[in-house]
């Protein structure tokens, strides 16, 4: 390759990084503002021209979340929602996705297509007969009541993930703990799973990001208790916006995702990448 | 330690495939056997059935005398090597070796201990905590065989196993996996579809077409004395020379083409029943090292080539000559591209290094009569008397 066509490339890629860098303001400077504005007191929130920078430093508006308003155990209720219908999508997709990557089966193609489909359903349609439902179930307030619809939600899409994970585990790694002398189910926890687990670290972060922010289904269900995005939306009074509390505990909130996403990164990046180069 | 025997043994597949067809087959303890044949042969299912892998269609199949048709792999007591290794790739080598004795419960230091003795046969001791994926093919081949042999099993089955590796490579690990095999020395059935190493490492060797046995036997035997077409075709490499031909008056000569080729009285002496065959059309087979760039002063029995191709290999020329017969091309033997690059009538000789010939050239070659092979052009059978001579 001659200097020319070198030089040709480091423009491209310098072009390529220039792009990311402005993708990566437009989606991280809502979030500086966001996190910076949550330790500014409130009469600093309105001012113009508006401060870059708090000062001084407050931690008022923290404190207020989580006294004045009942944040803790919103958190609280968004922990547990959230964690047991990841869990159960983790639990019910690993199995179907084992049976629809790897097993003999008829009618797979049509499950897998009405799964798409189910998967595309907008909610507000079922949220009217799933709250008749719920309310005769006298689940309507109750953890159960959002667990198990965001598990059926959000199964479809992880089983996808899974199933297309575990198609592109060879058929000798199953066969070999066959030989080793490992029976199905032994098989399934020490080969598939351990083989997989990008995968489900992948199926695992978009369920539980997508229970930690779901709003409609848990305004409309579970109004006595609350969820993080319901909680937040319904800080203040009719004559009063607390923004800078409402900031702090958007903050609070992000945070989970935040640190999930980074510790997972490497296996969220090669779970969504696998069978796209994965021979 | 065990023997495997297999009796009428049939596979049909759920479409109708008639995979393997009446496989007799008998693995003394401690044997090598090799399966070798072109790909779609059945020897991979023949395996795969040996392990319990595949279900048996019909048929009797014994490991150690015991019948174990609907065995699982486990009861089998077989240990298996597959051509793309397939170890556990989130596993270490050292548990990737143990796994196997993990799942039959036997104490953790028992485990190591044998772990570590497998890793010393196979050289792998300063690779036990690695991941499979941080090792060469060369490691992981040589882990996938520990995995086999911690297990001390009575079978020991290996399909493909160096197809994997580079040329090189694979000539070292051929004479490590003999090494191993005779070490551990228990019954082991080995498929691949490259001759040679069918030939370099079996004890005996089934060569097998289109899902049945076309000939069991000792690799020289199957060298020497091909029971048919296919298998004189199959095996040895560069391959058999093969020419359709008309067998002369009391069987003293056979014509080639144009040339006429004189045999002695030994020839028909010692097949006698080649002399239903006066007259009539055979398969005349001749390995390449059978013929010889004719002396000046030669007088015995000479076939005359167009050379078309001289290639030297320093301690022997290859020469690709045509003659004016009709070259038999034995179907499934060589894959179909190769076939379509053979020309008319074309054969190979190896002679001699600085013999004088080059392409353009009419080469006498004197024929090696006594290794001369026949066949019935309809049966595509050996015409012999008596099977051992």
Known sequence: MGARARRGWRKVINGVNFSAFIVVLFVGLPLYWLIISSFKTPSALGDSPPQYWPNPWSGANYSQAFNQ??????????????????????????????????????????????????????????????????????????????????????????????????????????????????????????????????????????????????????????????????????????????????????????????????????????????????? | MATVSMDKVNKVYENGFHAVKDMDMEVADGEFMVLVGPSGCGKTTTLRMVAGLEDITSGTLRIGGKVVNDGTPRERDIAMVFQNYALYPHMTVAENIGFALKLRHLPKDQIRAKVTEAAKILDLTEWLDRKPGQLSGGQRQRVAMGRAIVREPSVFLMDEPLSNLDAKLRVQMRAEVQRIQRRINVATIYVTHDQIEAMTMGDRVIV?????????????????????????????????????????????????????????????????????????????????????????????????????????????????????????????????DEAAAVKDGEGVARVEARTPVKPGDKLPFAVDIKDMQFFDTQTDLAIRTCPEE
């Open chain 2, 208 to 336: 097998m077409r289109d899902g049945t046995l076309q000939q069991v036997d000792t690799p020289q035997t199957l060298y020497d004395r091909p029971d048919n077409i296919f298998v004189a075709a199959f095996i040895g490499s560069p391959a058999m020379n093969l020419y359709d031909a008309v067998l002369g008056e009391d069987a003293r000569s056979i014509k080639l083409g144009s040339q006429q080729v004189d045999l002695p009285d030994t020839v028909a002496i010692k097949r006698p029943a080649l002399r239903s065959y006066i007259g009539q059309d055979v398969v005349v087979g001749m390995r390449p090292e059978h013929l010889r760039a004719a002396p000046p002063d030669y007088t015995g029995p000479t076939l005359v080539g167009n050379v078309e191709l001289v290639e030297s290999l320093g301690s022997e020329l290859v020469v690709h000559f045509t003659i004016d017969a009709n070259r038999v091309l034995a179907e499934g033997a060589v894959d179909k």
């Open chain 1, 69 to 279: 308003y009942d944040f803790g155990s919103y958190f609280i209720n968004s922990v547990i929602v959230t964690l047991c219908a990841t869990a159960l999508v983790l639990i019910f997709g690993t199995m179907a996705g084992y049976a629809l990557g790897r097993l003999p089966m008829r009618g797979k193609f049509t499950l897998m297509v009405a799964l798409l489909i189910i998967s595309l359903f907008p909610e507000i349609a079922v949220i009217a007969p799933l709250y008749t439902l719920l309310k005769d179930l006298g689940w309507l307030n109750s953890y159960q009541g959002l667990i198990i619809p965001y598990t059926a939600f959000n199964l479809p899409f992880a089983i996808w993930i899974l199933r297309n994970y575990m198609l592109g585990i060879p058929q000798e790694m199953e066969e070999t703990a066959r030989v080793d002398g490992a029976g199905p189910l032994r098989t399934v926890w020490s080969i598939i799973i351990p083989m997989a687990l990008p995968g489900l670290f992948t199926a695992g972060i978009f369920c539980f990001t997508a229970c930690w922010t779901e709003f409609l289904m848990a305004l409309t269900f579970n109004i006595n208790l609350k969820t993080i995005p319901v909680g937040v939306a319904t800080f203040g009074t009719a004559l009063e916006v607390p923004y800078g509390t409402i900031f702090a505990a958007s903050v609070v909130a992000v945070v989970p995702i935040g640190v999930l996403v980074f510790i997972f990164r490497k296996n969220i990046i090669s779970g969504l990448t696998s069978g796209a180069v994965k021979g």
